[in-house]
Every structure is written in structure tokens, then in C-alpha cells.
């Protein structure tokens, strides 16, 4: 025969045990692993998407760098295409015996008005142009002293316009100028200048 036993369990100690239980309960659903693991899937879609958009950037910028390399092949190709004929130096600047005789000979209709005759070197200097291989400048040195400014800067004038020889080619390199102190007078040292091809 079985015998059963009654207790009587007092109100507080049975909702101590079902405190105690409750504790036990949540102990055995751990949400906190549950909320952590939606944060590491959550951060993992977030680096996904992020990787895609980089992908996605980097597919772009591929395809752009192809498109610009072969346009820079076909302008390449187009510029080989072109057979452009060099021209010489010699066509721009050939060599002509005959401008420092035209630059002496525009002061013969004024040649007189000088105080003392005009001072021509004897032939032009020449000098290598540096970069430019193949090309010389030839200066010729004139100067005239105790004379109006006005009479030099004529000479230098027509000597650059002079039409069969000078025009286009002749530059003044270099100009000097110096008060004559007992008159309205000038001492002037110019530098007449041209290129010619070697």
C-alpha cells in the first residue's frame, strides 16, 4: 500500500520555486547568443553589399581604363597613319651672302647725314643656336657715333624692312645707347641679326 504524503507548502517559498525556476528557464534560452548572432549575420549582409558596390566600382573602372586604351590606340595608330613630310631647315632660313651688304646699302640716300661714316663690321659674327641643331645666327655689328637718334633708328629701320633680302628674316639682337655730353648726339652699338640653316 502506498502512502502518500501532503505537504503544505507556504505561498512565499512557492513563489521563491517559481522564481527559481523562471531564472532556470531563461538560463536554458540564452536570447543574448540569439541577439548576437542577428548582429554578426547583420554585419556580415552589411560588408557583403559593401563588397559588391567595390566590385561593381572596380568592374567600371576597368571597363573605362579599356575604352580609353584603345582610343589612345587609335589616335596612335591615326598618327603613325599620317606620313607628314619634315621640311629642312634650310627652307626656312637658307643661306643668303647678300644681307649684310643690304643692310650697309639702305644709308646710301642718307649716308652723308652722318657726323662720321658708319662703322660695319667686315663680315658677321656666327654662333651655334643651342637646341636647335643644324641652325646658326649671324650678327652683324654697326654703331654710329655723335649722331641725332633719330638718323640710327632710321638706319635700323630700313635695314629691317629692306624688302629683297632683310624683311622677315633680320631682328636686332642687341642695342646699345649713349649720351654724347657736349651735344643732343648719340653713340649707338646695335646688332643686326639673322638664321641661316649649316
Not at 568592374?59 to 590606340?73: E, G, L, P, V
Not at 646699302?105 to 637646341?131: L, N, Q, T
Request: proline share 7%.
Amino acid at each position: 500500500m502506498e502512502t502518500t504524503i501532503l505537504m503544505t507548502i507556504p505561498a512565499r517559498t512557492l513563489a521563491q520555486l517559481s522564481a527559481v525556476a523562471g531564472t532556470a528557464d531563461r538560463a536554458n534560452r540564452p536570447t543574448h547568443l540569439v541577439a548576437l548572432g542577428a548582429l554578426a549575420l547583420f554585419a556580415g549582409l552589411v560588408f557583403a553589399l559593401s563588397s559588391y558596390k567595390s566590385l561593381s566600382g572596380a568592374q567600371s573602372a576597368i571597363a573605362r581604363a579599356q575604352s580609353d586604351t584603345q582610343r589612345i590606340d587609335h589616335q596612335i595608330a591615326l598618327y603613325h597613319s599620317l606620313q607628314v613630310e619634315e621640311t629642312s631647315l634650310a627652307t626656312y632660313y637658307p643661306a643668303d651672302p647678300y644681307i649684310d651688304t643690304a643692310i650697309e646699302g639702305v644709308i646710301d640716300p642718307y649716308r652723308d647725314e652722318f657726323e662720321r661714316p658708319p662703322d660695319i663690321a667686315p663680315s658677321p659674327d656666327r654662333k651655334d643656336i643651342s637646341g636647335v641643331p643644324g641652325l646658326e645666327q649671324y650678327e652683324l655689328r654697326c654703331s654710329a657715333r655723335n649722331d641725332p637718334i633719330q638718323l640710327t633708328s632710321r638706319w635700323i629701320s630700313d635695314a629691317l624692312a629692306e624688302q629683297e633680302h632683310c624683311a622677315d628674316r633680320v631682328f636686332v639682337s642687341h642695342i646699345s645707347l649713349s649720351p654724347v655730353p657736349s651735344n643732343q648726339f648719340w653713340n649707338t652699338t646695335f646688332k643686326l641679326a639673322w638664321y641661316v640653316a649649316k
